[in-house]
């Protein structure tokens, strides 16, 4: 575990620094020609792209994928980038990288394998490799200590089950695992994958916040009792003329909890980028060393405390979903009992 | 552009996210969290096998001790009757000795009785033998001296003396 930690730390030093010359090459070069725009830098990075771009002038193009009247348009987004109007097949890539068509009465429907998909599906990959292994040496270990990687994992996946399904959800917490440890394991993946130079925001991303916070409320609804739906529409202990104001308020709040979901795991995420991204912007901005050096220094130290929060987010997500099947499943509400004693 | 969703990534994230929940849901975190199960089961029994071990080892340890107390009454109780029917042999032995001495002192105390009066029946017809010798001597020795006769036979009568 120790050495584990080491390997982790130097690694990610390593990584800052890198990060550091990597994003360095890019505007260096071609500031010669237009005035440096950190702002400019920091929305490319943080965005979604068709190509996977790890340095200036070195990029991966990725496939695209349209789908429209014409049926599924497949082809290498390098023909769109090098095209001198960006435009290709009769499609347009705007300056945000977006896709659009040249006919603008065509309705299309973009599933491009970009940026922030191919960093998913890598992420998606590694996590499978590495629990499916995991459970296969479970398998192999069978009655006997957990070795390697699975004694790593298996903490975490105890306490994942352990306090913050059972500790919260209680007796019924087992139908809520999976989601649980797949939802933790899954953000805590990629916004560590996140960190990495060229790596993708995908946490940072509103539609993947969005969809997971989706999937937390479906979960929530359809696990929901009579309890549940109860509290919200009927909640007990209130005097009739409050209902009136309760009962709405009780309904958006249905709606703010996953909400909320959303937005904090893609606001902590894309913040976190955008300060490091700021503070290595203040190197090219000043092109001093003083302030190379100790923009490099808390460059660094944000990059620790994105390991945190990478680690923190995925963890909240987790504990707040948890909390939201809890009172999904709740069988007695304390405000009940709390009003029988009255 | 930052809060604005794409579809693609949208369609992406449903899908992939999908597929993945349901591939480590069974083939992952089914196995990981059951083995887990299991193992906290196996730990729990060979936790309560161990109480229920030394739950035994204590009640053996009382039986054991049970048995030695009873032996040790037991014993006891040997040694007393032991000694109880020594001691009654012996005084038995005892009276019974006392009870042959006391016997072979009386037999011995009537030999010695017959003995004497034996010896007093002997000594008595000895003494008439001697008697009738003296007075037969006498008869023949003094027949002319009366007071002599007289002097001399009551001097033997003294002697004569009847014990």
Redesign the interface.
Known sequence: MKNLSKIFLIAFLFISLVKGVAYANGPAESGEEKKFSPGDLIMHHILDAHEWEFAHGLAIPLPVIIYSDKGLDVFSSSHLYHSPDRTYNGYHLNHHDKIEPVDKSRTIYDISITKNVASMFISVAILVLIFIGIAKSYGKTKGKAPKGIQSFFEPIIMYIRDDIGKGTIGPKYERFMPYLLTVFFFIWFNNLLGLFPGGANLTGNIAVTFILALLTFLVTLLSANGNYWKHILWTPGVPLPLRIIILPIEIVGMFTKPFSLMVRLFANITAGHIIILSFISLIFMFESYAVGFASTAFAVFMSMLELFVALLQAYVFTLLSAMYFASAVEEHHHDEAHDHGH | ??????????????V??L???F???K???????G??KE?EA?IEEALSAAENAKEEMKRLHAANEKLLQDARLERDKILKEASAVANSIITEAKDKATAESNRIVEGAKIAINNEKLAALTEVKNQAATIAIDIAEKLLRKELSDSTAQKELVSEYLKEAKFN
């Open positions: 552009m930052l809060v604005q969703p794409d579809f693609g990534l949208l369609f992406w994230q449903t992939t996210f597929i993945v929940l591939i480590l849901g083939f992952a975190w089914k196995p990981i969290l083995a887990l193992r196996d």
